[in-house]
Each structure stands twice: as structure tokens, then as C-alpha cells.
């Protein structure tokens, strides 16, 4: 498989160009900081971290619409069975 190839088949599998294209401004910027956070620190954004990259807002409904258009998998937090708090 040529290059050329190699490359169209991996935009087919991990179309991730044409998502991040339909996003907005903020929710692209907030998506490749997460991208960053993982290459960088091997670990997700916290809500905090979220929050300020989008200036302020709320991150919840911003990880939504990444979730929904899948570029990030949201996994619920774990609860701790003796405390019945999150581990996260």
C-alpha cells in the first residue's frame, strides 16, 4: 500500500479532520487541548482545566457535543463501593 493509500484508509477509519471541522471554534480548541493533555500527561483534562479553556464555560455540555460527534468517549466515574464516592 502506497502512502497516498495508507493515508485515505486511515481518514476513513479516524475521520478526525472532518469532525473537528464541524465543530465551533471553542469546542475544536477544547478538543485538541485534550488531545494535548493525553500526549502530554498521559491523563484527561479536568473540569477545571476544561473550563479555562473555554474561557469560563461550563465544559459539561462542550463535552457533550465532542462525545456526540465521537471524539472523545465519556466514561462515567467509578464509585468507590465502600464510600460510594467517585474515584475519578
Do not use: W, Y
Request: aromatic content about 2%; proline content about 7%.
Amino acid at each position: 500500500m502506497d502512502v497516498e493509500a495508507g493515508v485515505r484508509r486511515l481518514r476513513e477509519i479516524l475521520p478526525l479532520k472532518e469532525r473537528q471541522s464541524q465543530l465551533t471554534p471553542s469546542r475544536r480548541v477544547l478538543h485538541k487541548a485534550i488531545l494535548g493533555g493525553f500526549a502530554g500527561t498521559g491523563a484527561p483534562l479536568g473540569a477545571q482545566a476544561c473550563r479555562v479553556v473555554l474561557g469560563g464555560e461550563e465544559p459539561r455540555q462542550a463535552l457533550a457535543d465532542l462525545a456526540e460527534k465521537d471524539l472523545i468517549v465519556r466514561i462515567p466515574p467509578m464509585v468507590n463501593a465502600g464510600t460510594g464516592h467517585g474515584e475519578r
